[in-house]
Nanobody, 120 residues
Framework: QVQLVESGGGLVQAGGSLRLSCAAS????????MGWYRQVPGKQRELVASITSGGSAHYADFVKGRFTISTDNAKNTVYLQINSLKPEDTAEYYC??????????????WGKGTLVTVSS
């Protein structure tokens, strides 16, 4: 079994920064892609950024240089550095990963989310 656990969310003032972390654990053989999504009530979950095991990163257009995704492959952990936070960044942030298990199954896994609240 594989699980993702996010951390690092919280309440921050506009203009501030946060660093989200997501650690994968369990019967992991390899992780192909890890990513961050966000969702506000009443809206669809949207991709924020993703990164491959080789370090190739992709960002949503709205990120506009404020977000940086990175990984520590040895720790099966992905990070999201968010700078210049805006009230509209307020959302539940979810980690997602494409995992190959030790049994060679391919799984797409979601974390339970971490809440980011930005006050104006």
């Amino acid at each position: 079994q594989v699980q993702l656990v996010e951390s690092g969310g919280g309440l921050v003032q506009a203009g501030g920064s946060l660093r989200l972390s997501c650690a994968a654990s369990g019967s992991i053989f390899s992780i192909n892609v890890m990513g961050w999504y966000r969702q506000v009530p009443g809206k669809q979950r949207e991709l924020v950024a993703s990164i491959t095991s080789g370090g190739s990163a992709h960002y949503a257009d709205f990120v506009k240089g404020r977000f940086t995704i990175s990984t520590d492959n040895a720790k099966n952990t992905v990070y999201l550095q968010i700078n210049s936070l805006k009230p509209e960044d307020t959302a539940e942030y979810y980690c997602n990963a494409d995992v190959i298990t030790t049994a060679r199954s391919v799984l797409n896994i979601w974390g339970k989310g971490t809440l980011v609240t930005v006050s104006s």
